[in-house]
């Protein structure tokens, strides 16, 4: 794929489109009292099966974990990393519309693990950014979002 692409939700490959809905769904699942801006994350893998995160927020802010990171260490942690091939990021909330940009498109912290699953999986990883209208998808991948990374 190129380094990145954008297309309307309903254009994406049914299998991504559902991978898309997925983490929107997963927003609900937020535990986010303190920032009001819940995130979803979803994994796809090679098999077709999926898993999902959200963010959890902590009352000492700074201790608070991104719905990206939560997804992939909870994956690692049953034992799933391994044939990774996609992650789709959605968000909505009250925090949305101060955000600039706009795909949720995920943090710095965020990418430097997504660069520990390209590692693991020793392969790129396709990223897709739902739009905050929730209309657009923006496609790139983990070693596009972070040139140079460490330990890549
Ligand atoms: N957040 C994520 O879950 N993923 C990101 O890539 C960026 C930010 C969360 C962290 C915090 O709970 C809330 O969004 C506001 O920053």
Do not use: W
């Not at 789709?88 to 706009?102: R, S």
């Not at 396709?126 to 991948?141: A, F, I, P, W």
């Amino acid at each position: 794929m190129s380094e990145t692409i954008i297309q309307p939700l309903t254009e994406l490959t049914p299998a991504y489109r559902a991978l898309v809905e997925s983490a929107s769904a997963a927003t609900k699942t937020a535990y986010a009292p303190y920032s009001r801006f819940h995130v979803g994350a979803t994994l796809l893998f090679a098999d077709g099966s999926s898993h999902s995160g959200a963010n959890f927020e902590n009352v000492s802010y700074g201790l608070s974990l991104c719905a990206e990171t939560v997804a992939m260490a909870s994956a690692s942690a049953a034992g799933r990393l391994k044939g990774l091939v996609a992650i789709a990021i959605a968000a909505e909330g009250e925090l949305a519309a101060a955000i600039t940009g706009e795909f949720i498109a995920p943090c710095g912290r965020c990418r430097q693990v997504l660069a520990e699953a390209v590692s693991i999986c020793g392969h790129d990883i396709e990223v897709l950014m739902l739009s905050r209208d929730g209309l657009r998808v923006r496609s790139t991948t983990a070693r596009a979002l972070l040139p140079l990374a460490f330990g890549l």
